[in-house]
């Protein structure tokens, strides 16, 4: 009596295939054909982009850019470049069914018949918004706190490098010791050094 072939291999590979990319949803991770028509979609993409299989298949991906890129034909050359150079990829503001906007980083891959031919594309898209606004956040603290120390005038703030040459010089530092910016950064300095030392700006400032 022959053994019961277990389910994993007697399972079709295009069915394993498919169960692979129904399980990811931290990804959009559909297809598109030749003329850029969404012909799968997976859970992630309806998590991402709010539509539902039936709602999408058959629109055309262009749905997803802002009226500004479809304007510019930002779609169509996605397309063309992954045709003639074998990859897409770029981040940037995709639109949302309910027509909010995420940060998104896409890549779209050309998908060939064994004689070469292009028969369609391969497009992966993953939600970077949380990475985007935590890097905004941070610019903004930086520029916040550059306001700060540049506003400070009764105390000398300044940065060095990993050699001990300053490298900023605020408010309080040019007061202290009647120095502009300009100045201390390269006037001062000798020739060959392009930043003051700290040993030197700790005896200039005393």
């Known amino acids: 009596m022959k053994p019961t072939p277990s389910p994993e291999k007697s399972a079709n590979p295009d069915d394993r295939h498919r169960l692979l990319i129904d399980s990811i949803t931290d990804y959009a991770i559909y297809m598109l054909d030749v003329d850029g028509r969404v012909t799968s979609w997976n859970p992630g993409a309806q998590r991402f982009k709010g539509y539902a299989a039936s709602e999408i298949i ?7 850019y802002t009226e500004e890129e479809r304007e510019a034909g930002v779609p169509s050359e ?3 470049t992954a045709a003639n150079e074998g990859r897409f990829e770029r981040e940037g503001w ?3 069914k309910d027509g909010s906007h995420f940060w998104a980083h896409v890549v779209i891959d050309p998908i060939r018949d064994p004689s070469g ?3 369609g594309y391969a497009k992966v ?3 970077l918004t949380e990475r985007k606004a935590a890097e905004q956040t941070l610019r903004r603290s930086e520029q916040q706190f550059r306001l700060l120390v540049q506003s400070v005038t009764d105390y000398a703030i300044y940065m060095l490098d990993a050699d001990g040459h300053v ?3 605020n408010a309080g530092a040019e007061r202290l010791k009647a120095m502009r910016r300009k100045t201390s950064l390269a006037g001062i300095s000798p020739p060959s050094t392009p930043l003051m030392s700290a040993r030197r700006a ?3 400032l005393g």
């Open 117 to 119: 031919a292009l028969v």
């Open 202 to 204: 700790y005896r200039e």
């Open 78 to 80: 996605a397309l063309r």
């Open 125 to 127: 898209t993953r939600d």
């Open 58 to 64: 058959g629109e055309h991906f262009s749905v997803f």
């Open 94 to 96: 995709r639109v949302r």
């Open 167 to 169: 490298s900023s010089w």
